[in-house]
């Protein structure tokens, strides 16, 4: 079985060892000590007397900071071990760990502590390549210190680690050789210093003072605070409130402050996507608009800030284009990956639309609508000129960058994604269906902000009668009529990819079905080929490449799951969306801890627990968002004018929920449901 690992996350630094606290290179995963997508430890070993420590317990205190107790040797020693170790770690900006050796015995002891260090600096997208680096290691114990550096040309990383306590220090680590009193006890704390250097050898990271000063009043106030002004959750259900908060707490922990801004947007999320990916952003803020309102405004105004300028076929990059994925390692720094600033994705741009428009409704920002005008029109503009690339009224892709670009640039990005009901993939460009929900949504929404905001009716206007033609063109030619579902996609040519999907979800959450096509969706959608009794899967079961591990090819993703749920109540198939909710909360409680980005697609009967998949990241953003999404879907939670509209249709068990202090344009407001009933409406206000 896989080893467990143990990680602590601040922003998109973030530290992964073993039980016992160790960091050893893994080829396979991510391990060390991580920051802006390089590695500044890759080794941090801590033996006594030169044995290896074996790990008692462990205190994960916040998503920041945890403690291992350990004690030399093997189990032999655990009963009447005379010494155990503590170790205390700690991230925010830097990385932090104390080490506390206690002496149980009634006589003085003496030990020799050595904590062996080491970087490759690897970039996050290399691990497991074997590129060589060459690190110079400066050792100075007249300061306790030890500094590793890699230098290529303007790209410039150092770990500064130094000790509070005196030690011999060499170019592999440091050696404490120490004498406790009886019953006494030593430690010295470690605190280690990630440098990001670029032109110049300015230091890259003065522009998170603002971060500093956050850590400087505490990480614990701050996710006090942050946990304060997200609504309070009062739930029957058992286990239901613990999930609320440990999902609000994954969502500080996975708030960034990309270089050279000054506002904190969500990461994607542990080990792989510890950076700016514009879907996973969008997406998150797009669920947790009733509970953290104000990751949205900063991921609309970064995203605006890097939107697309030009031509560029390396990045991916057109005119208005929002961005898929912003790097800062070694690889995108020097061009061998495309990914320092890159556009490959189709869904992004529309989306953005939505998240503008959606973020106006709850919090009434109008000067952020005025503000982004342009950067909105310019994304609503990409639909046509760029995404229609056959000139059929379909947004499509096909990447520019034939040698790095991502293959299928929706949100189902494996390279075998895309396929029909018998394993064929269609030619390029592919014109997936829930990419024109995306369409038709923004081009409604846009619409409104024109016509509201913009002082433009002719513009909104068009946009409107661009989507309604969108919508009828769309029933005409995604539909399958003697199946009842909308195809995956179409090909170049028009011909359609027959491949029933979760993606059929989306497309209720867009609105775009048409209302004599919505019982068939809804129905498959909870149906035996889709539904696994913990969510729906993205590939139905009955198909030659399904495959319940299939990341796109089967397994449950809760991100897709919440959505869907949200497009089966917008066409009143309540019963249909809590059964998915009450599926991904009962997979949530029986897992524990963090939401995983995904389970197996087998059937719940079949294994009777949640399978986990080796490739699922924990914590992700969209998916401790999607928990939030379905419970304001159960809930029923809409903006209305000003005032917030609840609706609840909560599935059996899960009796009375109240949540108090949703904020908004209406101040706070209070919801209310139990069990499939509908209770009396929001007690607004002002605070």
Not at 187 to 196: A, C, G, K, N, Y
Not at 293 to 302: D, S, V
Request: hydrophobic share 40%; aromatic share 10%; charged share 25%.
């Amino acid at each position: 079985m896989r080893q467990e690992q143990v990680h602590v996350i601040a922003g998109n630094a973030f530290a992964l060892s073993d039980a016992q606290g160790d960091m050893e290179v893994d080829p396979k995963e991510p391990v060390g000590l991580f920051s802006f997508d390089t590695r500044f430890l890759s080794h941090w070993v801590l033996s006594v007397d030169g044995e290896r420590l074996n790990a008692l317990s462990r205190d994960d205190m916040t998503y920041f900071e945890t403690r291992f107790f350990l004690v030399p040797g093997g189990a032999s020693h655990y009963v009447d071990a005379d010494v155990s170790v503590i170790r205390h770690r700690s991230i925010h900006d830097c990385f932090h760990e104390q080490i506390i050796l206690l002496n149980h015995s009634a006589h003085p002891a003496e030990f020799t502590v050595r904590m062996e260090m080491g970087s490759d600096f690897v970039d996050i997208v290399d691990v497991g390549e074997r590129r060589q680096r060459v690190v110079r290691a400066t050792a100075d114990s007249a300061r306790h210190q030890l500094v590793l550096r890699y230098a290529r040309e303007r790209f410039v990383r150092e770990t500064t680690v130094s000790s509070t306590a005196p030690a011999e220090v060499d170019e592999k680590g440091m050696t404490f050789r120490i004498r406790i009193a009886p019953e006494g006890k030593w430690e010295t704390d470690l605190h280690v210093t990630m440098t990001i250097r670029g032109e110049g050898g300015r230091d890259l990271r003065s522009a998170l003072e603002s971060h500093q000063q956050i850590v400087r009043g505490g990480m614990r106030e701050d996710l006090a605070d942050w946990l304060d002004r997200a609504p309070q959750l009062a739930a029957e259900r058992d286990g239901l409130e613990a999930m609320y908060q440990g999902s609000l707490a994954d969502l500080a922990a996975l708030r960034y402050k990309p270089l050279s801004y000054s506002n904190r947007v969500p990461v994607g999320g542990l080990p792989w996507a510890m950076g700016l990916s514009g879907r996973d952003s969008i997406i998150t803020c797009l669920q947790t608009m009733a509970f953290t309102p104000e990751l949205a405004p900063a991921t609309l105004r970064m995203l605006a800030l890097l939107q697309g300028g030009q031509l560029d076929d390396e990045h991916d990059e057109e005119p208005g284009k929002i961005l898929a994925e912003l790097r800062y390692g070694e690889s995108a720094a020097f061009g061998e990956r495309p990914d320092a600033l890159y556009y490959g994705a189709a869904d992004t741009t529309p989306l953005f639309v939505v998240l503008l428009d959606e973020y106006e409704r709850w919090s009434g920002d109008v000067d952020l609508v005025h503000e982004l005008r342009h950067p909105a029109r310019m994304a609503l503009d990409w639909i046509d000129e760029y995404g229609d690339l056959t000139g059929d009224g379909y947004v499509r892709y096909q990447r520019r960058n034939e040698r790095h670009g991502v293959i299928n640039q929706c949100w189902k990005n494996s390279p075998d994604a895309i396929t029909d009901a018998h394993g064929r993939q269609p030619a390029f460009p592919r014109a997936t269906c829930e990419l024109q929900g995306y369409a038709y949504d923004a081009k409604r929404r846009g619409a409104r902000l024109a016509r509201e905001f913009w002082g433009d009716p002719g513009y909104a206007d068009r946009l409107e009668r661009e989507a309604a033609e969108l919508k009828d063109r769309f029933n005409r030619d995604f539909w399958l009529p003697d199946r009842e579902y909308y195809a995956l996609a179409l090909g170049p040519y028009g011909e359609p990819v027959d491949a029933l999907t979760s993606n059929i979800g989306h497309l209720l959450w867009s609105g775009i079905v048409a209302d004599d096509h919505a019982e068939a969706v809804a129905e498959h959608l909870v149906g035996p080929r889709l539904f696994s009794g913990w969510g729906v899967r993205t590939f139905a079961a009955g198909q030659r490449p399904y495959n319940p591990v299939g990341s796109h090819l089967g397994a449950v993703w809760p991100s897709d799951n919440a959505l869907i749920a949200a497009g089966l109540r917008r066409y009143h198939f309540d019963a249909q969306a809590g059964r998915i909710a009450a599926g991904i909360f009962d997979m949530a409680q029986t897992l524990g801890g963090a939401v995983p980005e995904l389970i197996a697609g087998y059937e719940r009967s079949l294994t009777k627990y949640p399978v986990q998949l080796p490739a699922a990241g924990r914590p992700q953003s969209w998916s401790s968002g999607g928990l939030l999404m379905l419970l304001g879907t159960l809930l029923g939670l809409r903006p209305t004018g000003d005032n917030l509209l609840v609706n609840p249709a909560l599935p059996k068990g899960f009796g009375r929920v109240e949540l108090l202090d949703v904020p908004g344009r209406w101040g706070h407001s209070d919801a209310y449901g139990r069990d499939h009933s509908t209770t009396r409406g929001p007690r607004n206000r002002l605070r």
